[in-house]
């Protein structure tokens, strides 16, 4: 059982299928990650619709940053948020690879060994680039964009044209154009949290901070 923190909005329309992963940038600032995904739709095998997102940063943002790693934690972004990144691109997935990364995820929670952040090479984007991975995509090599959200993303998205959906656009106006998410035979009140069924997912995401 994985109860996903979710923005969804349901009504009575034809399901969605499929979870799709969206992968944002969020210009530099003194808020956090800089990098992260989304993850929105209805899993092939069924279940509740899933709206959420997550990304991973320094559990505490100090010089130590500076000296050598420091606790990680994951973080699940406020709408706001959200709002003000930019969606660079989507990749609808497999069940397969959905639960491929929601393992990602727990990998990374805090107190796990990947939980350790590092600015020079385990950092948001560098946490976003596993994800990539996973899901197929390629040109993920990009070592001198690993501190640069955004042009990361870029690279990426030009390097798998055909295998991903452009997005390029302001949150606020990406998520006003989505439709609605309903899985059959479940009724999702808006602003209602949702979760999926499955035997090999992870341990729950975190809330909201």
């Known amino acids: 059982m994985i109860a996903l923190i979710s923005l969804c909005v349901g009504y009575a329309l034809p399901a969605q299928?499929?979870?799709t992963i969206t992968f944002w940038s969020h210009e530099l600032?003194?808020?956090?990650p800089h990098a992260f995904f989304t993850l929105r739709g209805v899993p092939d095998s069924g279940g509740a619709p899933v709206d959420t997102n997550v990304g991973f940063t320094a559990k505490s943002v100090s010089p130590a940053l500076l000296?050598?790693?420091v606790a990680g934690r994951l973080d699940?972004?406020?709408p706001s948020y959200v709002a003000s990144s930019d969606a660079q691109f989507?990749?609808?997935m497999t069940d397969a690879q959905y639960i491929a990364v929601l393992r990602l995820v727990d990998a990374w929670s805090e107190g796990k060994p990947d939980s350790v952040y590092r600015l020079s090479d385990?950092?948001?984007v560098h946490f976003v680039k596993e994800a990539a991975g996973l899901v197929g995509l390629s040109a993920l090599h990009q070592p001198r964009l690993m501190k640069k959200p955004r042009s990361y993303l870029k690279a990426v998205l030009a390097g798998n044209v055909?295998?991903?959906t452009p997005v390029e656009m302001h949150g606020k106006q990406y998520r006003a154009s989505?439709?609605?998410?309903?899985s059959p035979g479940v009724a999702v009140a808006k602003g209602a949290a949702s979760g999926m069924v499955t035997a090999t997912a992870p341990p729950p995401l975190p809330a909201p901070r």
């Open 162 to 164: 055909g295998r991903v």
């Open 90 to 92: 989507s990749v609808v």
């Open 29 to 32: 600032g003194n808020s956090f």
């Open 17 to 19: 299928a499929a979870v």
């Open 67 to 69: 000296m050598g790693p």
């Open 76 to 78: 699940i972004a406020k």
């Open 178 to 182: 989505l439709g609605p998410i309903v």
């Open 122 to 124: 385990h950092n948001c």
